[in-house]
Structures are given as C-alpha cells and as structure tokens.
C-alpha cells in the first residue's frame, strides 16, 4: 500500500536551533498534511498543502510541498521548548484514507 | 465549539472481554475516522465512517473489531474478545470536509 516515509526518526536540539523534518513519498501526492502530538497527547493538525511547491508559514514554522509533489518539509527557526513533540506528516492519494508517517520526535534541551 | 470526546480515557480489559469505545465528533462534522497508535509508532488507519454509513474499513481487523456511527449518538468502535496485542492508544478524528481531521484525547485500552 501507499506509505510515507518521515527522517529523521529522532532530533535532539538545543534550544534556539533550528529543526527540519522530510516526509517522501514514491508516488504523487493529492495533498499532505503535517500534525503535532505532544508527549501523551493527541495528534493536533498544523496545516494542509495542496499545490506544487507550495510553501506556506505559520510564525516560526514554514511548510514546503515539493514541485513533483511526492515530498514535503517542515522547518522551525529557532527552536523553543514548546516546540516539543512528535511531528507527523500524513498524505492522501486521491480518495485514500490518510496515510501517517512514523513520525519525528523533537527534543529540545534548555 | 467542544473538540472531538472520547471515552472512557483509559479502560482495562481481560483478555477475552469486550472493550467499548466511543466518540462524540465536533459539532458540525459528519465524517469519523477511527486510528490506533501503538507506542513510538504513527497512527494507524482503521476505518472511516459517516452517519450510519461506513466509508471504508479497510484498516480494520476482519474479525473481533466493528464500529458503528447511528444517526444519533457517538461513533462506536468495539473489540471483541480483546487479546494482548489489542492494547494500545485508540484515536477518534471528526473532519467537517474529509480532508484536515481533529483529533480526540484517545482511549488507552490495555489488555491485561
């Protein structure tokens, strides 16, 4: 089936640093999805990409969708303690149901 | 606008027993997604409903798992003769599109 490869796997930064995570895929995408889920929580949608090579921003982190659509990053400047958490990126290939990837664990170190 | 409820939050279960979860989606959305999560993993697709219709299951288990969402009251998801291997965190999403999905606090099943 359809899946979604995320790297890496585990990031340790300190804090102010700056943290990016990939997500691939070995088809196109119809749109990607990025998610946070806190230690013990729940996963929280961040944002939807749709377009190729779009690339949209909310305050500290910024989203790319890849030109062949098949890839996506998500980058935060800076990073601070309540940045923590796994980050999840999730793709739809036409009427498919959402696909996670394994996700990224962030740790920040004061 | 209350977020997505799910409950119980933890529930405890014999192996053997069933294990009854349940969903009230966001007010204004009418299509649940139900995903389990193991530890250190992503979230796996189970099934997709809308009122009283499944969308697909095809993430779920053949036998011992079903799920339900009647025209009135929460989304269901029942685990028949609960097995070790059925602990884990159970997740409940509502989307008012079928596209971006908000998440419920989860049920932490462990099988005993």
């Known amino acids: 089936g359809q899946q979604v490869m995320q790297i890496p796997q585990y990031q340790h930064v300190q804090e102010g640093e700056d943290f990016t995570t990939y997500c691939n895929s070995s088809t196109t995408l119809s749109n990607i999805q990025w998610y946070k889920q806190r230690p013990g929580g729940h996963p929280v949608f961040l944002i939807q990409l749709v377009k190729s090579g779009e690339v949209k921003k909310q305050k500290r982190l910024t989203f790319q969708f890849g030109e062949a659509k098949k890839n996506s990053s998500l980058h935060i400047t800076a990073t601070q303690t309540t940045d923590v958490g796994t980050y999840f990126c999730?793709?739809?290939?036409?009427?498919?149901?959402?696909?996670f990837g394994k996700g990224t664990r962030l740790s920040v170190i004061a | 606008n209350a977020g997505v409820m799910q409950n119980p939050r933890h529930l405890v279960r014999r192996r053997g027993q069933e294990a009854r979860l349940r969903c009230s989606p966001m007010?204004?959305?009418?299509?649940v997604y139900w995903y389990r999560q193991l530890p250190e993993e992503g979230l796996k697709f189970m099934v997709y409903l809308q009122k009283e219709n499944i969308i697909d299951e095809s993430g779920m288990p053949k036998e011992r798992f079903s799920a339900e969402f009647p025209k009135e009251g929460p989304s269901i998801l029942r685990i028949q003769q609960v097995v070790r291997g059925d602990s884990a965190a159970y997740f409940c999403?509502?989307?008012?599109?079928?596209?971006?999905?908000?998440f419920g606090p989860g049920t932490r099943l462990t099988v005993t």
């Open positions: 007010k204004g959305h009418s299509h």
């Open positions: 999730a793709g739809h290939w036409g009427n498919t149901p959402l696909v």
């Open positions: 999403a509502s989307s008012p599109t079928a596209y971006e999905q908000y």
